[in-house]
Structures are given as structure tokens and as C-alpha cells.
């Protein structure tokens, strides 16, 4: 039998006073990882929170693992992990006492799974968390999510202010849980490089809208800079592809996406000479995807 997708968001919004979530189609199966890029602001959190039911939309429809939510979040929450920067945890009380109280609530509490982890992550379960440092912190909550051994993990934000080494433990953490094949991971991040390393699909949100979601071969694949020189002064050809150019002089960089082999011979035809063809790593992706949109944003705004 197939397994429900993991998330299925259809045509989701959010009116806020100043800002709209519009038309947001966002769905990928289980055993995957979606990874949410935008600038701030752009509404990952807002959608995260759609997701886990504790925001209604104010239209469309969301499912998550098989469960409409915010209706069925009751059953659809046994199932998943979620991790933010704004969940707390008890001051006072140490980590034993956080283990102890998720164990009695869910009956998938690994123990041996959380004492594999409380040593990986370097934890001492008997200290309380008001001592802990942000990393710290961090890798308590993640332990406290991942040995519940949920189908679907959401994490807002998970390595934000964390340093190198700490960043690679969690993702490797977040990477070993999804050994079991039915597993999935729904994150947002401004880290480029986490979610390049991390995602089977990539999702770039900006002003509440989907700019790109796909998976991230052809995500990453669809982009390229194309370095020409242009003696003669000629015009570039009119393609609507065409992202961001820098022109210094005769050189110019143009940033294309929906790129294949039919882009170079179209600048050729125009009389331009590429001296060279450049893939771009996701943060060049997401600058001209940012600057991109801005432009369009402006655009809609003075018509
Ligand atoms: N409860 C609310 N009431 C009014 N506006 C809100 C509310 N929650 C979020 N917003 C607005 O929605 C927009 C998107 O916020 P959201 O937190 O989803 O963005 P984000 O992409 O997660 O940003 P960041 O990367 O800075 O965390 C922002 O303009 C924010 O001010």
C-alpha cells in the first residue's frame, strides 16, 4: 500500500495585517527531506506553523501524514517532532527530568536511543538547563524530539547560532534519523550550505510566495552564469530566464535559470562570446533569487 506523502500543503493562506501567505503548494513523500530557504520574513515559520496545526489557514488545505490538520493534529503530532527557537524548556528542571516527562507521554520513547544520544551530544542528564549554553540547549531539544523516534521531524531555525561543530553534529543527527526509510524531515534555514547538504527538495519562499520547489538536482542544475565578452556592444538576447546581469565593460555576467543547452546557442546567435559556463552553489542561488524577486516585487508595485 503507498505510504501517504509526508506534507501535502494546497493552495495554503495566511492574511496577516502586513503580510500574506499566497496560494503555497508544498508537498513531498515520506522517507524525504525539504529544506525551506527565504530572507527573513518570507514566511517559513509561518508556514512550519501551518503545518503543525498551530496556526489555521485561512484558506487551502494541509495534510501531514495522512492527517488533515489543524483537525486531526491530536493524532498527527504522535508522529512528529518539532523543534523552534521559541519552545522552552523548564528552568529549573534538569534534562532527566524533560526524558522522563516525553517517556510518559509517548509510548515510541526510545531509552536506549536517548543514552546513545545524550553521549554523542556530549549531555550530562542530571544538569538543569538553566546552566546549559545555546548549543546545549539545542542538542537537548533535538534529543528530547528525536528519541520519541517520530515519522516526521520540523525543525524552524535548528542550527541557527550554533557553532561549526556543534552545526555538523546536529545535522548528522538529523541525518542518522532518517535511516529508516519512511522517515522525513521538513526544515527551514538560513544556511545554505545545510540545506544544500541535507535536502532531497528545495523550497525558496519569498514575500509569502513559492518562487522555485523542486528537487534539488534540478534545482540546482536549472541554474548557471554565463561569462561572455561583448566587443561590439551588442544587445543580450531578450530571454525571460535571464535573472541578473553584471556588466563590466565589454564583460558580463548573466545569471540564467531553466537553463539547458538551448541558452548558450541563443547567446551565440546574438553575437555575444561566452568564455565560460558556471554552475552556482545554492547561496549565489539564493542572492539572485532574492534580488530577482525584489525586482518583481517592485515591478507589481509601480504597475
Ligand atoms: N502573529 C502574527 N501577526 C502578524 N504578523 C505576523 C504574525 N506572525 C508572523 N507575521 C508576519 O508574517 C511575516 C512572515 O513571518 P515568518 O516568521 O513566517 O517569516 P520567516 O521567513 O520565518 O522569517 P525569519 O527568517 O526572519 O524567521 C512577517 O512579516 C511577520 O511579521
Redesign the pocket.
Known sequence: MDLPLAVECKGLTKD????KLQGVDLSFEQGAVMGLV?P???????ILRLVMGLLGPDAGSIRVLGHAMPDEQIAAKRNIGFISDDMRLYESETIAFHMDFIKSIFDTWDADYADILLRRFDLHKHQKVKGLSHGQRVKATLLLALARRPRLLVFD?PTTGLDPAVRKEVLDEMMNALADETRSILF?S?NTLDIEQISDYITF?YGGRIIESRNKEDFMDGWRRLRLTNMQSKPLPNLPNIKDIQQSGHLCAVTVNEYDESVPAQFNSAGQVITAIERLSLEEIFLANVKCAKAMTMMEFIQ
Open positions: 496577516y495585517s502586513h503580510f527565504g527573513n520574513g518570507a514566511g517559513k515559520s509561518t531555525e527551514s538560513h519562499i
